[in-house]
C-alpha cells in the first residue's frame, strides 16, 4: 500500500532560525496536504498542492510539491514560538475510484528555543 | 470550512466495555474519516464512513471490533468494542467537503484510556 516517509522527526531550532521537514511517498500521488497539530490539540489544515512542481507561500511558510508528485516539503523562514508543533504530510491518490483517503507521514516535532 | 463536534473529548473505561464516539458536522459533508493516533506518532486510519452503508475498513481494523455508523450527511459515530488497554488512543474524526482550498477538518479528539 501506499507509503509516506517523513523526515526529520525532531527538529529543535534556536527562534529566528528556518526550519525545513521533507516528505516522500512510495507511490505518485494526487495531491498532498500540509497539517499542523499543536501540542494537545488537532490536526489542522495547512494547505494542498495538486500540480507538478507547485510552489505556493503562506507568509513564512513555503511548501513545494515535486515534479515527480512523489514529494513535497515544507520551509519555514524565521521561526517563531507560535510555529511548535508537529508538521504532517498526508498524501492522497485519487487515481482509480479511490475514496480520498489520506496516508500521514509520520511527523515532524518542531520546537523552537525563544 | 466545516466544524466538527466530537465528543466526549476524553473518557476512562474498564476493559470489555464498549465507548461510542460521536461526530457532528455543522454541514453536509461528503467523506467522513475515523482515525486512531497514540500520543506523538503519527495518524491511522480505521475506516471510512459511508453515508447509508457500511463503512470501509482498513487493514487491521474490523466492523466487530470498530462499528461505525453514517445515517446522514453529518454524523457518524465510531465505536470501540470489548475494550482493552491496547485500546487506549486518541480517536479522531475527520470530514473532507470537497472545497478543495478547506483540506480535511478534523474533531478535537477523543482521548480513551482502558484500565
Known amino acids: 500500500g501506499q507509503q509516506v516517509m517523513q523526515i526529520p522527526q525532531y527538529q529543535h531550532v534556536q527562534e529566528g532560525e528556518d526550519f525545513t521537514t521533507y516528505c516522500n511517498s512510495s507511490?505518485?500521488?494526487?495531491?498532498i496536504q500540509w497539517y499542523k497539530q499543536r501540542p494537545g490539540g488537532h490536526p489542522v489544515f495547512l494547505i494542498q498542492?495538486?500540480?507538478?512542481?507547485e510552489v505556493k507561500k503562506q507568509k513564512r511558510l513555503t511548501f513545494q510539491f515535486g515534479e515527480a508528485k512523489k514529494n513535497s516539503s515544507l520551509h519555514i523562514t524565521a521561526t517563531q514560538t507560535t510555529d511548535v508543533g508537529t508538521y504532517f504530510c498526508?498524501?492522497?491518490?485519487?487515481?482509480?475510484?479511490?475514496?480520498?483517503?489520506?496516508?500521514f507521514g509520520k511527523g515532524t516535532l518542531l520546537t523552537v528555543n525563544p | 470550512s466545516a466544524v466538527i463536534s466530537q465528543k466526549p473529548s476524553r473518557d476512562i473505561c474498564q476493559r470489555g466495555t464498549s465507548l461510542t464516539i460521536q461526530c457532528q458536522v455543522d454541514?453536509?459533508?461528503?467523506?467522513m474519516f475515523w482515525y486512531r493516533q497514540q500520543p506523538g506518532q503519527s495518524l491511522t486510519l480505521i475506516a471510512t464512513?459511508?453515508?447509508?452503508?457500511?463503512?470501509?475498513?482498513e487493514s487491521g481494523f474490523v466492523i466487530d471490533k470498530f462499528p461505525i455508523s453514517r445515517p446522514n450527511l453529518t454524523f457518524s459515530t465510531l465505536t470501540v468494542s470489548n475494550m482493552s488497554p491496547e485500546d487506549s488512543s486518541i480517536y479522531l474524526c475527520?470530514?473532507?467537503?470537497?472545497?478543495?482550498?478547506?483540506?480535511?477538518?478534523f474533531g478535537s479528539g477523543t482521548r480513551l484510556t482502558v484500565v
Open positions: 498542492l495538486v500540480k507538478s512542481g
Open positions: 454541514s453536509q459533508v461528503t467523506m
Open positions: 498526508a498524501g492522497s491518490d485519487n487515481s482509480g475510484g479511490s475514496n480520498y483517503k489520506l496516508t
Open positions: 475527520s470530514a473532507y467537503d470537497r472545497v478543495r482550498i478547506y483540506g480535511y477538518t
Open positions: 464512513a459511508n453515508q447509508g452503508s457500511e463503512a470501509t475498513y
Open positions: 507511490t505518485t500521488l494526487s495531491n
